[in-house]
């Protein structure tokens, strides 16, 4: 099945403590991203990598991290999460072409106390 | 990237056809036009997509005019669980990031 894995689903953690949210796709997509949503804010685009070893910034990308070691693999990266950072994460993946459709993991909800 | 304007919320009744319009003034010739519908604490659902004219599936239809400047999203006979936010994307997927604006709310109501 094409499935978009995030974990973890839900984490609540304490100012300072780094953390990774994993993200796992199985379709070889060559595109990758990641996004936050917050009450009223909608989708804010946090990374994104067009390929592996080749990652840019989003809209909101202070405070994270990504890497693209491999094809199928996307972590974020919350070296030192504050509590603005409690949010919704999601992350999603695509073909590389004009004509396709992102697949969306099931979100992470984060909680930074 | 195309930059889209779409309503921030829209109310319906059930059993009611529902159409979403999303204006795409400076769209390029690559780009295509895809709606994305999101219920929520889930992941954004691809719903349809196009580039031109009509395209219909067994969700919805995707209404393009000949100038591309806007597209409307259609949905037949809307229920309450179609109750979501609904989001046009304009844009050259093998060339740009996947970038989504507020979208609409739509409320389905009994």
């Known amino acids: 099945e094409a499935q978009v894995t995030q974990n973890p689903r839900y984490l609540i953690t304490v100012t300072g403590k780094k953390l990774t949210v994993t993200c796992s796709q199985n379709?070889?997509?060559?595109?990758m991203s990641w996004y936050r949503q917050d009450p009223g804010l909608g989708l804010r685009q946090i990374y994104y990598?067009?390929?592996?070893?080749?990652?840019d910034k989003g809209d909101v990308p202070e405070g994270y991290k990504v890497s693209r070691k491999e094809k199928r693999n996307f972590p974020l990266i919350l070296e030192s999460p504050s509590p603005n950072q409690t949010s919704l994460y999601f992350c999603?993946?695509?073909?590389?072409?004009?004509?396709?459709?992102?697949?969306f993991g099931q979100g992470t909800r984060l909680t930074v106390v | 990237l195309a930059k889209t304007t779409q309503p921030i919320s829209m109310d319906s009744y059930e059993g009611q056809e529902v159409n979403i319009t999303c204006s795409h003034n400076?769209?390029?010739?690559?780009?295509?036009i895809t709606w994305y519908q999101q219920f929520p604490s889930q992941g954004p659902r691809f719903i349809i997509q196009?580039?031109?004219t009509k395209v219909t599936n067994e969700v919805a239809s995707l209404f393009i005019p000949a100038d591309r400047k806007s597209s409307t999203l259609s949905l037949p006979r809307v229920s309450l669980s179609d109750t979501a936010v609904y989001y046009c994307?304009?844009?050259?997927?093998?060339?740009?990031?996947?970038?989504f604006g507020k979208g609409t709310r739509l409320s389905v109501i009994a």
């Open positions: 999603a993946s695509s073909h590389l072409r004009g004509n396709t459709e992102a697949f």
């Open positions: 379709m070889n997509h060559e595109y």
């Open positions: 990598s067009m390929n592996v070893e080749v990652t």
């Open positions: 400076n769209i390029a010739t690559n780009d295509y």
């Open positions: 196009g580039y031109k």
């Open positions: 994307l304009v844009g050259d997927q093998g060339n740009t990031p996947l970038v």
